[in-house]
């Protein structure tokens, strides 16, 4: 009540409030909505509280996109947000937000929050990583002016009321999305400074959006693109995972070179980029990837993995069998572990993902087998049709015989008949019954491909 009635007097100590804009001047129809934020937003104000749907979800409706999902900010306290609903759980201790349950969808609730200078470096991110001794200090809320204040871009300082169906915004964000332009909220040095994350995030917006970036906003990128360094790097993994699974990632790998912020971001990605030969396959690998994005598949962090660190598992791969003398297998499975051992010190990312990059990887050699019932049983792997895409994207950077890839489109779409003939080209292959000769088979052949 107390904070309300500050709140009223600050607003109208503020030189000037919000520009609302109507139904008829933003354009978007309340069906948009989902039905869950809707529920969650008719609630706060029935409690007394005000509500907004906020962020990327306000700015997605604007530009007529889908957006991927809704946030609420209010000026209710996380506490008082949890006693409205029957099914809400507080999460986070720094910053703390409040998830709404309809269903099987969850809504996230903010409390408007104050920009405290060393404080605000992103959301649930920095919360885990940074300053975990002042839990409370941080926790501080604002008025809604603040809070649009504290925000990265003005395209994403737009808060809806979806009861009114107005959008009040506080930095001329709805003028921005139209003029298609990614522009920071205030200084951009000193913003940049605060959490130079935000620089990563204005060339993954202009990516995505396909905006471009004010020319304000973009003047210190390069020169304080190395302020990076310092953000811990499992911050920099998600932030760029973001980047490369948003079906804009050939675009999003373009823009960052283009501002200079490519360089020790994610270390696999530079050494990409640094060699000419490697580079047809990580095109080859987003484009493929932005695809799959584009018409509605998901695209796993698994599989991006996968394709980035392939040419360094390769070359352990190629050195434990040429130096060490190992067998391929067991060259494959000490270089699998050993790249993604190295790795993981590095950027933190799960050991969840491991099973399937490694199977990704296993089932390369696998494919140029291609006698006797083998790849019958390969078609059978539960991994087939991510080994497979894998394949492709290989062929496409040069990384494998085209006449393989298609060998294998043919076979996942031939009838038994053509299979049969198929196969037969290579010999009887299991007919013969030799495995453990055939296993043993040598380096040269699996260089065929360009595996080993
Ligand atoms: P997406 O559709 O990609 O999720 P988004 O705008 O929802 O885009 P999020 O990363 O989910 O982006 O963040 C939600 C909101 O939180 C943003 O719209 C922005 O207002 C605010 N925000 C996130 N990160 C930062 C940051 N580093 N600095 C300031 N504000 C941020
Ligand atoms: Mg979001």
């Given at each position: 009540?107390?904070?309300?009635?500050?709140?009223?007097?600050?607003?109208?100590?503020?030189?000037?409030?919000?520009?609302?804009?109507?139904?008829?001047?933003?354009?978007?129809?309340?069906?948009?909505?989902?039905?869950?934020?809707?529920?969650?937003?008719?609630?706060?104000?029935?409690?007394?509280?005000?509500?907004?749907?906020?962020?990327?979800?306000?700015?997605?409706?604007?530009?007529?996109?889908?957006?991927?999902?809704?946030?609420?900010?209010?000026?209710?306290?996380?506490?008082?947000?949890?006693?409205?609903?029957?099914?809400?759980?507080?999460?986070?201790?720094?910053?703390?937000i409040v998830h709404v349950y309809c269903g099987a969808d969850v809504i996230e609730v903010t409390t408007f929050r104050?920009?405290?200078?060393?404080?605000?470096?992103?959301?649930?991110?920095?919360?885990?990583?940074?300053?975990?001794?002042?839990?409370?200090?941080?926790?501080?809320?604002?008025?809604?002016?603040?809070?649009?204040?504290?925000?990265?871009?003005?395209?994403?300082?737009?808060?809806?009321?979806?009861?009114?169906?107005?959008?009040?915004?506080?930095?001329?964000?709805?003028?921005?999305?139209?003029?298609?332009?990614?522009?920071?909220?205030?200084?951009?040095?000193?913003?940049?400074?605060?959490?130079?994350?935000?620089?990563l995030r204005a060339a993954r917006f202009a990516a995505k959006l396909d905006f471009r970036i004010d020319p304000a906003t973009r003047a210190?990128?390069?020169?304080?693109?190395?302020?990076?360094?310092?953000?811990?790097?499992?911050?920099?993994?998600?932030?760029?995972?973001?980047?490369?699974?948003?079906?804009?990632?050939?675009?999003?790998?373009?823009?960052?070179?283009?501002?200079?912020?490519?360089?020790?971001?994610?270390?696999?990605?530079?050494?990409?980029?640094?060699?000419?030969?490697?580079?047809?396959?990580?095109?080859?690998?987003?484009?493929?990837?932005?695809?799959?994005?584009?018409?509605?598949?998901?695209?796993?962090?698994?599989?991006?993995?996968?394709?980035?660190?392939?040419?360094?598992?390769?070359?352990?791969?190629?050195?434990?069998?040429?130096?060490?003398?190992?067998?391929?297998?067991?060259?494959?499975?000490?270089?699998?572990?050993?790249?993604?051992?190295?790795?993981?010190?590095?950027?933190?990312?799960?050991?969840?993902?491991?099973?399937?990059?490694?199977?990704?990887?296993?089932?390369?050699?696998?494919?140029?087998?291609?006698?006797?019932?083998?790849?019958?049983?390969?078609?059978?792997?539960?991994?087939?049709?991510?080994?497979?895409?894998?394949?492709?994207?290989?062929?496409?950077?040069?990384?494998?015989?085209?006449?393989?890839?298609?060998?294998?489109?043919?076979?996942?779409?031939?009838?038994?008949?053509?299979?049969?003939?198929?196969?037969?080209?290579?010999?009887?292959?299991?007919?013969?019954?030799?495995?453990?000769?055939?296993?043993?088979?040598?380096?040269?052949?699996?260089?065929?491909?360009?595996?080993?």
């Open positions: 009540m107390i904070r309300r009635f500050i709140d009223k007097v600050f607003r109208r100590k503020a030189k000037s409030g919000p520009r609302i804009l109507t139904r008829e001047q933003h354009g978007i129809p309340r069906d948009r909505i989902h039905p869950c934020a809707l529920k969650t937003t008719r609630a706060l104000r029935q409690a007394g509280y005000s509500a907004f749907v906020v962020g990327g979800a306000v700015r997605d409706l604007l530009l007529g996109r889908v957006p991927k999902d809704f946030d609420v900010a209010t000026d209710a306290t996380p506490e008082q947000v949890r006693a409205v609903f029957r099914r809400a759980r507080l999460i986070g201790r720094r910053f703390q104050a920009a405290t200078p060393d404080a605000d470096e992103g959301e649930e991110d920095s919360r885990v990583t940074a300053d975990d001794g002042l839990l409370l200090r941080d926790n501080v809320f604002g008025t809604q002016q603040e809070d649009a204040a504290r925000r990265d871009f003005t395209v994403n300082a737009l808060y809806y009321d979806p009861d009114k169906e107005e959008i009040w915004e506080w930095h001329g964000g709805v003028e921005d999305a139209r003029a298609r332009v990614i522009r920071i909220i205030g200084d951009p040095t000193q913003r940049f400074r605060e959490d130079p994350v935000r620089m210190p990128i390069a020169e304080l693109a190395p302020m990076l360094a310092r953000i811990p790097m499992a911050r920099l993994f998600d932030e760029m995972m973001k980047l490369l699974l948003s079906g804009h990632a050939e675009r999003g790998v373009h823009q960052l070179r283009a501002e200079g912020l490519h360089r020790g971001i994610l270390p696999m990605l530079d050494a990409i980029l640094d060699d000419p030969a490697r580079q047809p396959f990580l095109h080859a690998a987003l484009h493929d990837t932005d695809e799959r994005v584009r018409q509605g598949h998901s695209a796993s962090p698994a599989f991006m993995l996968a394709c980035l660190l392939w040419f360094d598992m390769n070359e352990a791969w190629r050195a434990n069998q040429q130096d060490d003398g190992m067998s391929a297998q067991a060259a494959l499975h000490e270089a699998m572990d050993r790249v993604l051992e190295r790795q993981r010190d590095a950027l933190a990312f799960p050991r969840r993902f491991d099973g399937t990059i490694k199977e990704i990887w296993a089932l390369q050699a696998r494919f140029e087998q291609r006698s006797g019932a083998r790849p019958y049983r390969l078609l059978m792997h539960p991994r087939f049709r991510a080994g497979y895409d894998f394949l492709l994207i290989r062929a496409r950077g040069g990384d494998a015989p085209q006449e393989l890839a298609d060998w294998w489109t043919r076979f996942t779409q031939a009838d038994e008949g053509e299979r049969a003939a198929m196969i037969a080209q290579f010999g009887p292959g299991d007919a013969k019954r030799k495995p453990r000769r055939r296993r043993r088979r040598t380096p040269a052949a699996t260089s065929e491909a360009g595996v080993a």
